[in-house]
């Protein structure tokens, strides 16, 4: 219940256009209630008064036919519209919650399931509150007045008639509960499925490489196969439904049939009351198969909007203090004995202190798993430390606004993202007001603009989906440009030139030494060339800071940073020990 009133809410967002909805529909049922009592009347003007008559009720039956007509078409646009403004309001809402969650969500969560949610679920949600809701303010006028019209007429067959539809009712809501279990798995699945194909999508150049065609058309079919297999056993439910509904159905307006054929005999009612009865029956007929397939929406929409609001109700870890203020930062970076443990348990950090003063760079190094990128994550709050502190300008970063916070914090990752967009778009992503002039500057700086100016179109040179018509080192180059447009006072280099060639990673490092000049600096890198410029370097191991210091002093050492250094450098004919024969 508590998912049903969350997605009323959501459709009372258009409260004004709801009740206008709720009126017309109650406007449409009531001619088709009439239209079968006018018929009974129509019955009996042929039988004793004549054509007079019965021209009369034929007139009468038009115009109820023309404001059925008119209203029915007005109440399925409106309804259609409310459940339509109600997806659109409830996948906004989604889709926001999405760009505020921190890394810790992702970690836990599948690409394709979360877009299934966004697309597959909300659509069932909206289908619920037009067809379910709006149109069951109508279904459910068009169950009770004709049982009301016909105890009027005859209390013993509009009581015959009462009680049965309730039975058969009562069985098909029954049974359309039975599916909720059923279509919250389906949609589960689905979600499963919609992950396989993105996965396979995404990675495809990689699928083609390692011949994993097979693997990959098996893992989806087996996803696939698994919705199939829900989708059949609700579908035989619900053909079980139909013929025990047409069964129990076909009885009851046979019970009608014979009590109300004895009447007409007895002269208790007239042919034509007989009549409008089966025109009753007929419509009751129709309503209670559509009770079930409303049913059968609220089980989808349930199912759906839990796995929705599941995400909306997602608390974010990431507290930001309620007088938390703006962070102009000159770029002192405080490490205070921080600690990290990602969802898992599994420590990441341990103890890390260190601290950069303004315009300062530090350099850190290690093997894979070691913690370089999680410090990198920290700093703008990607995560938050489990123990310890970390300050920028003496200002605990969890005080400050996250907005304010990440402007000043800017970061070329490995995986870089690129839009399916210009060269020039993908520059100026996130600075709205950014001049050509501006992404010409960023681009030289990254050395990207001798590259750009040689294609055809520029800096309008449309890039493919993921960048997939840019090599390794043009993307990083790309992303760099991108982060140096945005002008912060604190840049983070998580290992911007692992995918570059050692020719352009030197061009690189020479055009950023001025862009670089001023601002406090992060450099993550394998390559021991990358970092000799560092006023600090961080050896880790394990999440633990080994060694510290600058290039030169740690080289006098015979410590971790000494062996990385002379393992990197050391000629090849130093390697066969390696396995490394020339």
């Known amino acids: 219940m508590p998912t049903l009133m969350r997605l009323v809410k959501y459709a009372l967002t258009q409260r004004a256009l709801v009740i206008v909805t709720a009126v017309v529909m109650v406007a449409s049922i009531v001619p088709r209630v009439v239209l079968p009592r006018l018929a009974g009347d129509a019955v009996d003007a042929l039988l004793t008064q004549g054509r007079d008559a019965l021209a009369l009720i ?28 109600t997806e659109y309001r409830l996948r906004n809402d989604f889709v926001d919650k999405l760009q505020w969650l921190n890394f810790g969500f992702y970690d836990r969560q599948k690409t394709g399931d979360l877009m299934s949610r966004a ?16 149109h069951g303010i109508a279904f459910l006028m068009l169950f009770f007045l004709p049982n009301i019209v016909m105890l009027s007429m005859n209390w013993q067959l509009g009581l015959i008639a009462l009680v049965g539809s309730l039975m058969i009712s009562g069985y098909g809501v029954t049974l ?22 993105q996965e396979s999508l995404t990675g495809i150049r990689m699928v083609k490489v390692l011949g994993a065609q097979d693997y990959e058309q098996g893992r989806y079919r087996e996803r696939a196969s698994a919705v199939a297999s829900n989708f059949i056993l609700a579908d035989r439910l619900s053909v079980t439904r139909d013929a025990v509904l047409t ?8 019970a009608i049939l014979l009590v109300g054929g004895w009447q007409v005999q007895q002269g208790v009612i007239t042919a034509g009351t007989l009549a409008a009865f089966v025109l009753f029956l007929v419509m009751l007929g129709g309503s209670i198969a559509g009770l079930e397939w409303r049913v059968r929406l609220f089980s989808t929409a349930m199912a759906a909007g839990t796995r929705i609001f599941d995400v909306l109700d997602t608390r974010n870890p990431l507290v930001v203090a309620e007088d938390a203020r703006e962070l102009s930062a000159t770029g002192h970076v405080v490490f205070d004995s921080v600690s990290f443990a990602y969802t898992d348990g599994v420590p990441a950090l341990h103890d890390v202190s260190f601290e950069l003063r303004p315009g ?60 399916s967009a210009s060269i020039r778009d993908n520059i100026a992503y996130g600075v709205d007001d950014a001049s050509m002039e501006d992404v010409i500057r960023a681009a030289r700086a990254a050395q990207l603009h001798g590259f750009i100016e040689s294609l055809p179109d520029g800096y309008d040179s449309w890039v493919g989906e993921r960048g997939a018509t840019l090599s390794g080192g043009q993307r990083q180059r790309l992303a760099i440009a991108r982060t140096l447009l945005l002008a912060p006072p604190i840049l983070i280099l998580d290992d911007s030139t692992s995918s570059v060639d050692v020719a352009t990673e030197a061009l690189i490092h020479q055009a950023m030494v001025q862009a670089l000049r001023g601002r406090t600096s992060f450099v993550i890198a394998h390559r021991l060339a990358t970092v000799r410029r560092a006023d600090l370097i961080l050896v880790l191991d394990q999440g633990r800071i080994v060694e510290k210091g600058a290039h030169d002093d740690l080289l006098q050492r015979d410590g971790p940073y000494r062996r990385i250094h002379d393992l990197q450098l050391r000629p090849a004919d130093d390697m066969r020990g390696f396995g490394l024969d020339a």
């Open 119 to 134: 697309t597959v679920d909300a659509d069932a949600c909206a289908r619920f509150i037009s067809t379910g809701v709006m």
């Open 360 to 419: 300062q760079s530090v350099a850190i190094v290690g093997g894979s798993g070691s913690g370089k990128s999680t410090i990198a994550h920290l700093l703008p709050r990607f995560y938050d430390a489990s123990a310890g502190c970390i300050t920028i300008d003496g200002v605990d970063v969890r005080n400050v606004t996250l907005e304010s916070l990440r402007r000043s914090v800017g970061i070329v990752m490995q995986d870089v993202f690129v839009l």
């Open 58 to 85: 034929a007139v009468l039956m038009i115009a109820a036919g023309v404001v059925r007509a008119v209203f029915g078409y007005l109440g399925l646009y409106l309804a259609e519209r409310v459940g339509r403004v």
């Open 247 to 254: 069964f129990l159905y076909a009885a009851l307006m046979a």
């Open 176 to 197: 359309a509960l039975r599916l909720f279990r059923i279509y919250t798995q389906a949609l589960q699945e689905t979600g499963r499925m919609n992950t396989a194909l």
